[in-house]
């Protein structure tokens, strides 16, 4: 079974609005943790957000937040007032604690922010 | 300032060749990943390690090799056995103090091209 899963392969959004990205994941350890990661055509991975299994609030980072329902075992990415520099793939991706040095990597969205 | 360095940016091997990407990261962290990406989809790993001189092989090893000589350095070897090497590889590095939310740091890339 998928770790992680991205069911939204490409997503559009217009300049300004939010948009959320979804994350679901599969693990059955006591302790994990979800992060976010951009990565712009030039091919760098950016760190946005992380989100760990027990804390309370949801995760927010300026423009980003983490819609985390752990019932539900999804960890959907909110980008608030979309920038045409917000265009790239956003990747989740999760650690576990009794796997804790292998990160798991869904297949990623295409985020494009029209003007 | 510290990070890690992948080199070099582009590659190009010919068929039945071997070729080594370099990865050196100064982030003084314990475990290192590699992960292949193709066109459009996520990260596979192909190998990671937690401490010099042992590795353990990811999800896509065959036709790779590494070494960890050095906790700074981990090099990629892409063998001649490997039937489809054209991609995007990543290098990746990770604190193993227990911290479950310390996040991966990433390496610019290598693009590898088989002609």
């Known amino acids: 079974a998928q770790k992680i899963t991205q069911t939204q392969p490409g997503m559009f959004v217009q300049e300004k609005e939010a948009v959320t990205l979804d994350c679901t994941y599969d693990?059955?350890?006591?302790?994990?943790?979800l992060f976010w990661y951009k990565q712009p055509s030039s091919g760098e991975m950016i760190f946005l957000i992380y989100q760990g299994s027990y804390d309370q609030q949801n995760a927010t980072e300026g423009r980003y937040s983490l819609n985390f329902q752990k019932a539900r075992k999804s960890a959907n990415l909110v980008i608030s007032a979309s920038q045409l520099g917000d265009s790239a793939m956003y990747f989740c991706?999760?650690?576990?604690?009794?796997?804790?040095?292998?990160?798991?990597f869904g297949s990623g969205t295409k985020l494009n922010v029209k003007p | 300032d510290g990070g890690i360095t992948q080199s070099p940016k582009y590659l190009f091997r010919k068929e039945g060749q071997n070729v080594t990407l370099s990865c050196e990261q100064n982030?003084?962290?314990?475990?290192m990943y590699w992960y292949r990406q193709d066109p459009g989809q996520g990260l596979r790993l192909i190998y990671y390690s937690q401490i010099v001189n042992d590795f353990q092989k990811g999800d896509i090893a065959e036709g790779y090799s590494v070494s960890r000589e050095k906790k700074e350095s981990f090099p990629l070897t892409v063998t001649s056995a490997q039937k489809n090497p054209t991609a995007f590889y990543l290098c990746a590095s990770s604190t193993q103090q227990g911290r479950m939310n310390t996040e991966a740091f990433f390496g610019q890339g290598t693009r590898l091209t088989v002609v």
């Open positions: 693990t059955s350890d006591p302790s994990y943790g």
């Open positions: 982030l003084n962290h314990d475990a």
């Open positions: 991706a999760m650690r576990e604690i009794y796997n804790f040095n292998k990160f798991y």
